[in-house]
């Protein structure tokens, strides 16, 4: 498994006015992806001069933000089994979301934070 993306990944109700906030810091959308289950999600990608990245996910389904961090492999399998082993859990039981350019879910470290692990499909 190889990573080829390593961002923050804020997931929000208020993703309009987190984006704001880092625009005034000097980011800029970089990636926007829609139709995300079923169109309940968006996610956002900024990208600062220097090439630094941050992920906003909107979410209405969140009580509180949660802060996660994003890990892009050329195999989300491989990747997957290999966090699983290591006690992750993925809170949706094996639950993946696939769309036509990506497959990925959020596991949950033993001692609590997250990650997000994706694998980008090119076709």
Not at 11 to 32: M, P, R, W
Not at 51 to 65: L, M, P, T
Not at 111 to 116: C, L, P, R, T
């Amino acid at each position: 498994m190889k990573i080829t993306g390593f961002a923050p990944l804020i997931v929000t109700k208020e993703y309009e006015a987190l984006i704001k906030v880092f625009e005034d810091l000097g980011f800029e959308s970089n990636h926007t992806k829609t139709g995300i289950e079923g169109g309940a999600n968006t996610n956002y990608q900024l990208k600062d001069a220097n090439g630094f990245r941050v992920n906003i996910a909107s979410s209405e389904h969140i009580e509180k933000d949660l802060t996660a961090i994003t890990i892009n492999v050329d195999n989300f399998d491989e990747a997957y089994d290999f966090l699983i082993s290591r006690g992750f859990v993925n809170p949706r039981g094996d639950k993946v979301t696939d769309t036509n350019s990506s497959r990925a879910t959020m596991l949950f470290a033993p001692s609590g934070f997250a990650v997000n692990i994706a694998e980008h499909i090119k076709k």
